[in-house]
């Protein structure tokens, strides 16, 4: 993140960057620098097409690949706590409200196979015409 910042800095004001250590060879400044010269000026937002995404872009400017993976286990962790579907399901007292983290899967893939299963018939009865 450091020589990211530096070479856009370095593009935008012409900052000198002699005195700090080479980036790894696989970092690819140029092309992450000009993504976020290109996100700053630009004023059309529809015309980003080509451009990283926001997962792309934090994937490829992190350094370790504990900080790489880290928003996507922490989706993957916001999507395991129980919200009030799961409670729609069932409910139960206060001091059972634990195996609400048991429930939640089993309603998930419940729903999911709903919406699989729905899609698949539209598609069959398309099919069969």
Not at 14 to 35: M, T, W, Y
Not at 41 to 47: A, I, K, L, N, P
Not at 104 to 111: A, E, G, S
């Amino acid at each position: 993140m450091l020589w990211l910042s530096l070479a856009v800095a370095h593009e935008l004001l012409g900052a000198p960057i002699q005195s700090v250590p080479s980036p790894p060879r696989d970092l690819r400044l140029g092309a992450l620098a000009g993504h976020i010269l290109h996100r700053i000026f630009e004023d059309d937002e529809r015309s980003s097409h080509g451009q990283l995404s926001r997962a792309a872009f934090h994937f490829q400017v992190r350094e370790r690949w504990r900080d790489k993976l880290y928003p996507w286990y922490h989706a993957f962790k916001l999507r395991l706590i129980p919200n009030e579907l799961d409670h729609a399901v069932l409910k139960l007292p206060p001091s059972l409200s634990f195996l609400y983290y048991l429930i939640r899967p089993l309603r998930v893939t419940r729903d999911h196979s709903r919406t699989a299963l729905g899609l698949l018939k539209a598609k069959w009865t398309t099919w069969s015409r």
